[in-house]
């Protein structure tokens, strides 16, 4: 018998689903589709419509731009780049607060909380001010596709930390014990026992890591400098074409930015399945 197939053996059962939707369940649910289709269906499906109001020639006329298709270039890039950034150095973090004990860790709880408190132009202005044309620290980045990465990296760092941690705190230390005492070396257990465990939370961060990047504006946007084929990006694309009164092409492209961030999610989710299946 394997390590993980005797520490499951051991791991207590889980209890089986019920599928029986009462009354109040079902008032629960119609209240909660109506409510989700209100603030994100409708609206979703009415920017679809507008970006196929002008055909596939207009839809794809308006992501075949030379300046669009070098935004979305960067933006798409800088997004998976962060994300992963944030897979190993976001679950580094949690193992790290969970398991680890050290002065001023109360205190990198709070730091770490700091992208989701501060309004996003604030943000911007922080990093302008860190690594602007006069960095106190000597990293001068504005203007450049550097910024873009910098600013993703800034806004999305809480994700993955905030949803692997809960999990690892639920982590059973005996599963680790029993594994170890079994024979299997750290890395072993991490990888058969403890990674399975967090790789449906670390995907989830990282889908919302890559979602929230995509869309950033506020805290890159003084940073960036929004330079055409240098360090604009879609969102600016977005913006541009709204003020130009040309929404079919802000439409097109907000549309094309929802279908590379759904396969994403997608991909994130069948990764994850399989890892844990095998785990």
């Known amino acids: 018998m394997s390590v993980s197939e005797d520490v499951a053996r051991r791991a207590p059962a889980r209890r089986t689903a019920t599928h029986d939707l009462t009354r109040t369940s079902g008032i629960g649910l119609g209240v909660t589709m109506i409510w989700f289709s209100l603030l994100v269906l409708v609206p979703l499906a009415a920017?679809?419509?507008?970006?196929?109001?002008?055909?596939?020639?207009?839809?794809?006329?308006?992501?075949?731009?030379?300046?669009?298709?070098?935004a979305i270039k960067l933006t798409v890039l800088s997004a998976f780049a962060v994300t992963v950034v944030n897979i190993v150095v976001g679950t580094t973090i949690s193992w790290v607060l969970v398991r680890d004990g050290f002065p001023g860790k109360k205190l990198l709880?709070?730091?770490?909380?700091?992208?989701?408190?501060?309004?996003?132009?604030?943000?911007g202005l922080v990093l302008v001010s860190l690594y602007g044309n006069d960095s106190p620290l000597g990293l001068h980045v504005a203007n450049t596709e550097y910024s873009v990465f910098l600013a993703f990296l800034f806004v999305t760092l809480p994700f993955v930390v905030r949803t692997v941690q809960p999990v690892l705190e639920q982590l059973d230390p005996e599963i680790e014990e029993a594994a170890a005492s079994l024979g299997a070396s750290r890395l072993t257990t991490f990888r058969r026992v403890v990674l399975p465990a967090l790789v449906?939370?670390?995907?989830?961060?990282?889908?919302?890591?890559?979602?929230?990047?995509?869309?950033?504006?506020?805290?890159?946007?003084?940073?960036?400098?929004?330079?055409?084929?240098?360090?604009?990006?879609?969102?600016?694309r977005i913006l541009a074409a709204i003020e130009n009164d040309n929404r079919s092409s802000a439409a097109a492209i907000a549309t094309l930015l929802l279908l590379i961030s759904l396969a994403v999610i997608v991909l994130l989710d069948v990764v994850q399945r399989r890892v844990a299946r095998r785990g």
Not at 55 to 68: C, R, Y
Not at 203 to 229: K, T
């Open 109 to 123: 709880e709070l730091v770490i909380d700091i992208p989701f408190a501060l309004p996003t132009i604030v943000a």
């Open 200 to 236: 449906p939370a670390i995907a989830a961060g990282a889908a919302l890591s890559f979602a929230r990047a995509v869309g950033e504006y506020g805290s890159l946007v003084l940073l960036s400098g929004n330079l055409p084929f240098r360090s604009e990006v879609t969102s600016v």
């Open 47 to 70: 920017v679809v419509a507008t970006a196929a109001a002008g055909g596939l020639g207009g839809f794809w006329s308006a992501i075949s731009n030379e300046q669009t298709a070098a």
